[in-house]
């Protein structure tokens, strides 16, 4: 009995980490075809994915999730897949770097 | 620490993805005006616009970035030269796009202007330029401030040129009683008593007359005035030439002048559009950027990213826009100069769109007869960043 539970935790936890994969995977190839850099598409939560995604959405204007992390893997590659797909492309054509002079910090 | 996403959520950055416009043949009409100032020689991006945040700037060319470049965010400064341009940065109403060019890799001033001023691939494959296929589709008037019509705006059906004649000043050769004399001795009777009329009645003004000049400053402040009139045209074109500067590149007579001649012709433009500035957006281009590394006669070489100035009320947002690809040696293009992450077409595509009003899918395919150009619009008009 204690080893079927161990079995089924197991599966429970490798197909939780094949869906991650799977989201951080769709981020990652959206990235792949816009000015922000994700370095490889290889599924796995990076530095450079975090930074890269943070970003995008920084420029469109999006401001949830505040902080994008791992967790929120799923839900982003919801917003990339949807509606917005196209403009949010475009958006990410080209970075947009604010211009900071006279601004307060 | 001020990070990016705590700016933007202080600055207000909630503008999501604004300026898309329905998409059709063409938008409602617009009123705008274009003005194209060609630097001609090809401008030193990294001298104008130094990326201060890339490391490899001061490895590889320490003597050629100013002590004194005004610092715009952590990665960009600009050139002191550029002051004017700077308050029109800090104002919301100027932009700077970098790692820039336009398709063209050739080194060759002939080849790189013709590309640049047809907005095609191919150099000497068109007889019209983009600017004057793009006005002949939206049926707009220019003028040219120059004595031939540019490449650029051939293709137009309406515009006209405008170029003084040499005469620098004419009270300091023009003796009005002399030549009067000399023009009544051709004729009789009536017409000779109408010199003798004139010639009593010298106008007091006549000796302050001075022909207008041909430097570029000059044709601007004509340009700016032709173009705030109702009825006058909308697009002007003016050349800044001698960007070629292979020796001493940063004395003062060098780029550096040249700089003050384009920071000062901005803000003539926007001195004399008046309240047409609102309507207006004034764009840079040149054949080419320069090579990264100095040469050995502290100038520099034909190269391949450049960057390219924007000013305006059109723009509502100011900001540089890039796809920063590195100065590291990998990341140059031939080991050697910047490389051009960002098609100047997707600029002057996106500046047709928000002066003319046209659809950015019609534009790239009519006017630059190519497809593949992305749309900018909303990161120079739209307000992104």
């Known amino acids: 009995m204690r080893f079927l539970l161990l079995l089924i935790g197991a599966l429970i936890f490798s197909v939780s980490a094949a869906v991650s994969e799977t989201n951080v995977l769709c981020i990652q190839k959206f990235l792949s075809k816009t000015a922000f850099n994700a370095g490889s598409v290889d599924g796995r939560w990076g530095k450079k994915t975090g930074t890269a995604i943070n970003n995008l959405f920084d420029q469109a204007g999006i401001t949830e999730p505040k902080t994008i992390k791992k967790k929120d893997a799923a839900e982003v590659c919801k917003i990339l897949q949807g509606s917005k797909k196209k403009v949010l492309l475009e958006s990410a054509n080209f970075k947009v770097y604010p211009i900071l002079i006279g601004k307060k910090p | ?385």
């Open chain 2, 1 to 385: 620490m001020l990070t990016r996403r705590h700016f933007l959520t202080g600055s207000g950055a909630g503008l999501f993805l604004s300026g898309y416009p329905v998409h059709g043949f063409t938008k409602e009409p617009v009123d705008g005006r274009i003005v194209v100032i060609l630097l001609e020689g090809g401008m030193d991006g990294l001298l104008a616009v130094p990326p201060i945040g890339d490391k490899n700037l001061f490895k590889k060319r320490r003597g050629l970035v100013s002590s004194k470049a005004l610092k715009l965010n952590p990665l960009f400064a600009i050139h002191p030269n550029f002051r004017k341009f700077s308050a029109m940065l800090e104002n919301e109403e100027a932009s700077i796009v970098h790692a820039t060019s336009f398709p063209y890799t050739g080194r060759s001033h002939f080849e790189g202007q013709n590309v640049m001023q047809t907005g095609l691939k191919d150099p000497f494959s068109s007889r019209t330029g983009w600017l004057g296929r793009a006005m002949a589709i939206a049926k707009i008037t220019g003028k040219a401030m120059s004595l031939d019509s540019p490449l650029i705006m051939r293709g137009a059906t309406d515009y006209d040129n405008f170029y003084p004649t040499h005469l620098k000043d004419v009270s300091m050769k023009f003796n009005w009683s002399e030549t009067l004399n000399l023009i009544q001795g051709t004729h009789d009777s009536d017409a000779s008593n109408t010199f003798d009329v004139l010639g009593q009645k010298q106008p007091t003004s006549m000796r302050k007359w001075k022909m207008a000049h041909r430097d570029p400053l000059s044709l601007a402040e004509k340009a700016g005035h032709s173009l705030r009139e109702v009825d006058g045209p909308r697009v002007a074109v003016i050349t800044v030439p001698h960007f070629d500067d292979h020796t001493e590149i940063m004395e003062a007579s060098e780029h550096p002048e040249k700089f003050t001649t384009i920071d000062n012709i901005f803000a003539s433009l926007r001195n004399k559009l008046q309240e047409q500035w609102a309507n207006t957006i004034v764009l840079t281009m040149t054949e080419f950027g320069r090579t990264v590394k100095e040469n050995g006669a502290a100038g520099t070489d034909h190269g391949y990213g450049s960057a390219g100035l924007l000013a305006g009320g059109l723009i509502k947002r100011s900001s540089v826009i890039a796809d920063w690809p590195g100065l590291a040696t990998s990341e140059l293009y031939e080991r050697r100069d910047l490389y051009a992450t960002i098609d100047y077409r997707s600029v002057c595509a996106a500046c047709i769109e928000a002066a003319f009003g046209l659809d950015h899918d019609l534009i790239t395919e009519q006017v630059f007869q190519d497809k593949n150009i992305p749309r900018a619009y909303t990161h120079i008009f739209g307000g992104l960043g």
